[in-house]
């Protein structure tokens, strides 16, 4: 399992998350639930959020970023806004301990 850290930007805003998951598409599903369930974002209409979001993901899914690896990104659309989101896979998972070096 691997951790994944969420960039988002929506309204002028920026938003950060970590999830664990398996793989990109589970991190993004985790993601939105997380988002969704916690309302990070105040001006978010949640429901529009989750409604837009299943259907982007199928049709428009993350895309890795050229010559980066581990980075992909992805938008969608709530209402007349949109949300672009960037991903980075971070870690083995979050909350993992690296070894210190002396």
Known sequence: MSAYTFITSFKGGSYI?????????????????????????????TDKFLKAFKEDIEELPPQPLRDVPNVWAFTVG???AFMLINIVKTAERVGQRFPTTA
């Not at 990109?24 to 209409?45: F, K």
Request: proline share 0%; net charge neutral.
């Open 17 to 45: 998350r970590q999830v664990n998951a398996n793989d990109i598409v589970s991190a993004c599903r985790a993601w939105a639930e997380q988002l969704s369930s916690h309302r990070d974002i105040q001006e978010l209409n």
């Open 78 to 80: 709530v209402g007349r």
